[in-house]
């Protein structure tokens, strides 16, 4: 698939989550979107998903760059 996300990780400590995206912090999810986000996690794409957390992801008006 063209356009996937990659490169985000997470980390979970206490009672927040920290996403990062090739090693620079992204976002921190606290308490109730933690465990939200925790749940969510082991049900689907990863990396999607963390993408949307993150707002770093297509928004569906983006055109693809046409190659010569």
Do not use: W
């Not at 999607?48 to 046409?66: D, I, P, S």
Request: one cysteine or more.
């Amino acid at each position: 698939m063209a356009g996937a996300p990659e490169g985000f990780e997470y980390t979970a400590r206490d009672d927040r989550v920290e996403i990062r995206h090739h090693g620079t912090l992204a976002s921190t999810l606290r308490k109730a979107a933690a465990a939200k986000f925790l749940r969510d996690v082991e049900c689907g794409d990863r990396q999607q998903l963390m993408a949307r957390v993150t707002g770093n992801y297509k928004h569906g008006n983006e055109r693809m760059q046409r190659r010569p």
